[in-house]
Each structure stands twice: as structure tokens, then as C-alpha cells.
């Protein structure tokens, strides 16, 4: 199970810091801003994981301050429609990932 969770790790953090292996959204509240570049940037560069942060281990979800605002950040995972969850998200054959970015209070 380790290795699966450290794999899925892995695969989040790529695609999170490449944008290689799925898509990225943004909700309104982000794309309205004049800064979301940064805000992608941020995102990209986010490395901080704590157990308090990301329990189950698989950099799935966080949070970066821009311009005094808070954005959370989280990763879902797909099959290859984007119609259904995946099957398994540890493999990139079958997973598509979405990167949701969005306000802190539209969370």
C-alpha cells in the first residue's frame, strides 16, 4: 500500500508541477483574478506536505497565499472519459487528473 500511495504521490506531484498527465481548472473566483499566473506558479512550487496537511499521503490537496488571499489547491482523479472516478489512480494509463485551484472561501 506504500508504495501505491508513494506512487500516487509521485504522479500528483509531476502532473501539479508540469501540468503533464491531465487538466486544470480554475474556478471563477480564481480566473478573475489579475494575479492567477502567480497563483499557478504558487501551486506548481508547493511543496510543504505535513501529515497535518496530507494525511493520506498522496499531495492531493493544499494551500498558498497570494496577495494576502488564500487559494486551496486539490488533484482528483478521472478514468481516461472524465466521465467516472478511476479505477486506479497510481496508474497513469487509466487516470486522467483534474487540478481544481480555487478561493479559500469557495471551498
Not at 511543496?47 to 494551500?63: I, S, V
Request: charged residues 25%; proline residues 3%.
Amino acid at each position: 500500500m506504500a508504495d501505491r500511495t508513494q506512487r500516487i504521490a509521485e504522479l500528483n506531484d509531476q502532473f501539479r508541477t508540469t501540468g503533464l498527465g491531465g487538466q486544470i481548472v480554475m474556478t471563477q473566483g480564481v480566473s478573475r483574478h489579475q494575479f492567477k499566473e502567480q497563483v499557478l506558479a504558487a501551486v506548481r512550487e508547493f511543496g510543504d506536505f505535513t501529515e497535518a496537511n496530507d494525511p493520506h499521503g498522496e499531495h492531493d490537496f493544499g494551500a498558498v497565499t497570494v496577495d494576502g488571499e488564500t487559494f486551496f489547491w486539490k488533484v482528483d482523479y478521472c478514468d481516461l472519459s472524465m466521465q467516472y472516478l478511476s479505477e486506479d489512480p497510481s496508474d497513469p494509463a487509466k487516470t486522467c487528473r483534474v487540478l481544481t485551484i480555487m478561493l479559500a472561501e469557495e471551498y
